[in-house]
Structure formats: C-alpha cells, structure tokens
C-alpha cells in the first residue's frame, strides 16, 4: 500500500489511499450538493485523471438528499460507490439511495467485501 491522507473535515473523516476514498459522516449530519462539490475537489486534488471507488462506512446516523448521487455520477473518473451499514434499516436506506447512483453502486455489511468489491471494478475499467 502506498501513501495515504486523512482529513477531518467538520461534518467527516476522508481517508484518501491509492484507488480509493473512504468516508465516514459524523452523527446527525445532512448531505447535501455542497459535500458533492467539496468531494469533487478532492478527487480532482488527489486523483486528476486516475480512476477511483468511494467507499461509505455508515457508522453514525445521518441524512443523505438522494439527489446527490445523480450529481456524483457525473464526476467521470469516479467508477462505483460501496455502502458499509450495520444494519437492515440502513440497507434499505442505502439500496433506495443507490436508485439516483447510474454507475456501480453495492450495499455491504462488512468493509472488506467493499475493498474486494472495489477492487473488482477498478480492474474491470483497466
């Protein structure tokens, strides 16, 4: 693994590494298209024109406008987006979220089978 950032935004915790951002949102936030917008700038930042997967680890509860991931399918050079929940309710909050998503999109109970997942559709796109 190569080098990695971390960034402890107000409203997150953003782990950039190689191919991959994971994000974990703070309790009781509400995404909405500015966080798409500040996403965006990272990804151009740390990724340019290399391709990528964001990763979600849902461990505190938070509200998402669903709306945003149409905004996010346009970013080009982001493949896919994984959901880590750890619980039912959250899935199917994920699954209806992932609707507005029009690239890969997979909800995940544990964050290694999103790191395999991730990894399966950055090899899929080389």
């Known amino acids: 693994m190569g080098k990695f950032y971390h960034y402890n935004l107000d409203y997150c915790e953003l782990f950039i590494l190689e191919n991959l951002i994971v994000k974990q949102i703070k309790e009781g936030e509400i995404i909405s298209f500015k966080h798409i917008d500040e996403l965006e700038k990272i990804i151009n930042k740390h ?7 964001y990763l979600s680890n849902r461990t505190f509860s938070y509200s998402v406008d669903p709306l945003v991931y149409k905004e996010a399918s346009k970013i080009e050079n982001l493949l896919g987006i994984g959901i880590i929940v750890s619980s039912d309710n ?3 909050n994920a699954k209806f979220e992932g609707k507005f998503y029009e690239k890969n999109f997979e909800v995940f109970r544990h964050f290694d089978n999103a ?6 559709v950055l090899n899929s796109h080389d």
């Open 115 to 120: 790191v395999t997942w991730a990894k399966r």
């Open 90 to 92: 959250n899935i199917n």
């Open 47 to 53: 990724f340019k024109n290399n391709t990528l997967v």
